[in-house]
């Protein structure tokens, strides 16, 4: 299975919990409609009782009978123990019970799963004994590429123990780092204000250093995050960003077909003047996409009213639009309703990037099916 197939089969899982999770009340109804489809997108036979097991026996001391949701069999050997819970269960309820069973098995992975969220455990810490941490978490509500990459790794014909456990130590302690620098983004603890003060600006750390201090390190910690980011558009946009030009007979076509969507105006003296902004809008809209498609076959064309960014250069498949307004600005996106989404800097556009893939996921098969 090629990676991107793999990609979009996740992604259709993960629109499929969307679809579901308030209909599921039980965790028999959430193994029947989202786990074992999760499985089988991995690559297992889930109907096949020799390689996928279901209420498997992982007896725990004298306790007889205890069985684990299923057990996954790669190749003759019992690689993985899955526990489900129903899709409105709190994981954290239930961590203990996948740990009785892993010391009593010969798997080398856990998995806990309510459906929507996925937690892989490992002996990284003492062998045969399955970690207090899971070494990844997946939401499919907020499924990274990143993620995806990791979680390919489980894909059947992909899986490789020693593979999978050398890289877990590093993405656990990873993950671990970046929550923490995460958590320092939205507020500094007073450790990391006493580091800072210490090793930057050779400062003692009294308390009232500490309270100066304080919003000026997490300011800067900020600062610091965006200019990155901002940086790696602006390379983004210097190296990849393309399009073709646009004339004034294609923007008089992209206005006639569309000037009955929307009454507002950019604010102009006659000619459409695309704006830095709005070639940054574009440019994370390419980034966000990468890995869908040829970054080719994203164009925008520029109007009075909105900035459109499309597939295949068709006005008919755009995928967003895009609004500067003096006190507002937002994307509208091309699904079933013509979301609206509120956005502050055209980098901001990148934290809808699941629901921009869906799109692209969604014009891409209309085109297929034709």
Request: proline share 2%; net charge negative; aromatic share 10%.
């Amino acid at each position: 299975m090629e990676k991107d197939e793999f990609a979009q089969k996740i992604r259709t899982i993960a629109k499929r919990v969307d679809q579901l999770k308030d209909s599921l009340k039980t965790e028999e109804a959430t193994k029947n409609s989202i786990i074992m489809p999760f499985f089988q997108s991995l690559g297992y036979d889930i109907f096949n009782p020799l390689e996928f097991i279901p209420e498997y026996t992982a007896d725990v001391g004298i306790k007889k009978g205890e069985k684990v949701d299923y057990a996954i069999v790669i190749n003759g050997k019992l690689q993985i123990l899955v526990e489900c819970k129903a899709i409105n269960e709190d994981l954290n309820n239930h961590d203990s019970q996948l740990f009785r069973y892993f010391g009593t098995t010969d798997a080398k992975f856990g998995i806990l799963t309510n459906g929507e969220e996925y937690r892989f455990f490992t002996d990284l810490d003492n062998e045969n004994k399955m970690d207090s941490e899971p070494f990844l978490t997946i939401h499919l509500g907020l499924l990274r590429d990143s993620q995806i990459s990791e979680l390919f790794r489980f894909v059947k014909d992909n899986f490789d123990e020693d593979s999978i456990s050398s890289s877990a130590s590093q993405l656990k302690y990873t993950n671990q780092f970046r929550d923490y620098l995460t958590s320092q983004l939205k507020s500094v603890d007073e450790e990391y204000v006493r580091f800072i003060l210490s090793k930057v600006f050779n400062q003692r750390a009294t308390q009232t250093n500490i309270e100066q201090f304080t919003p000026i390190i997490q300011a800067g910690f900020v600062q610091a995050i965006q200019e990155e980011v901002n940086d790696k558009l602006s390379s983004a946009l210097n190296s990849s960003v393309s399009s073709t030009p646009i004339t004034q007979s294609s923007k008089a076509e992209s206005k006639n077909d569309e000037e009955s969507e929307s009454t507002d105006e950019k604010p102009d003296d006659g000619e459409i003047v695309t704006t830095p902004a709005e070639i940054e809008a574009y440019t994370t809209v390419k980034i966000i996409l990468r890995d869908q498609l040829d970054e080719e076959r994203v164009f925008y064309r520029d109007n009075k009213s909105y900035f459109n960014v499309l597939l295949d250069d068709n006005i008919r498949k755009w995928i967003l639009r895009v609004y500067f307004r003096k006190n507002r600005n937002w994307i509208e996106l091309h699904d079933d309703t013509d979301t609206q989404i509120d956005f502050v800097h055209p980098i901001d556009i990148y934290k809808n990037s699941e629901k921009i893939k869906d799109v692209v996921a969604h014009l891409a098969s209309d085109d297929s099916s034709k």
